[in-house]
């Protein structure tokens, strides 16, 4: 493992298929490009800014990627997807009541954002940055968190027998990423768990009524 904390090709002859190099080739310019962006932001992020982190030439950054915007927006990507298996896992005990699931899912997502101040910076606030195509992607990936979570509240009859228990999951889950984003924009990424307690109550508000 290097500086950066990125899992460095072994020196010299290896058995690594080209596959494997192009794998962690890719892995690393992923990396970097957070961690760039998290500390500069998009607009002040350049290519030689990844490469010097990420320890590979212009020629191997070419390779995969056309440009500054599509290497990022792969990395948002595998960042969402990091970030969406993290919440799966959570809810994955179906033999446990809905709330304790949820709570479990809201934890293990508010964890993920507070371990890495500059992923969560890239992943909330950065994304705007990179121009029409990443904020449509944003989009995208939040109508998935809202599909993660309306089929949750979907197995209690409470949620269903609301007017328009849809809108209300976008409802909540717009709110959740509205506080989430705040706390990173001021610089407070490590407080995000405390977010669990208020959010919970008002979902549990929400299922009462």
Avoid: W
Wanted: contains cysteine; aromatic residues 8%; charged residues 25%.
């Amino acid at each position: 493992m290097d500086s950066d904390g990125f899992t460095s090709l072994p020196r010299g002859r290896h058995h690594l298929t080209r596959e494997q190099v192009a794998a962690s080739q890719r892995d690393r310019l992923l990396q970097s490009m957070t961690q760039a962006v998290g500390e500069k932001g998009y607009a002040r992020t350049s290519v030689a800014d990844v490469l010097k982190r990420a320890h590979v030439s212009r020629e191997t950054f070419y390779e995969h990627f056309t440009d500054k915007q599509a290497c990022f927006l792969a990395a948002y990507e595998a960042s969402a997807e990091r970030i969406m298996g993290v919440v799966n896992e959570a809810l994955a005990a179906r033999d446990q009541p809905l709330m304790l699931r949820l709570e479990r899912a809201l934890r293990a997502y508010l964890r993920e954002l507070a371990a890495d101040g500059g992923a969560a910076r890239t992943f909330l606030l950065e994304i705007y940055a990179a121009g029409p195509a990443a904020a449509a992607l944003r989009y995208t990936v939040q109508r998935g968190f809202i599909e993660i979570i309306d089929g949750l509240l979907e197995e209690d009859e409470r949620f269903r027998a609301l007017p328009d228990p849809q809108f209300a999951c976008r409802m909540l889950v717009g709110g959740v990423a509205s506080l989430v984003t705040g706390k990173v924009a001021m610089g407070q990424h490590a407080a995000l768990p405390k977010l669990c307690a208020p959010i919970l109550a008002h979902f549990r508000s929400l299922l009462d009524q």
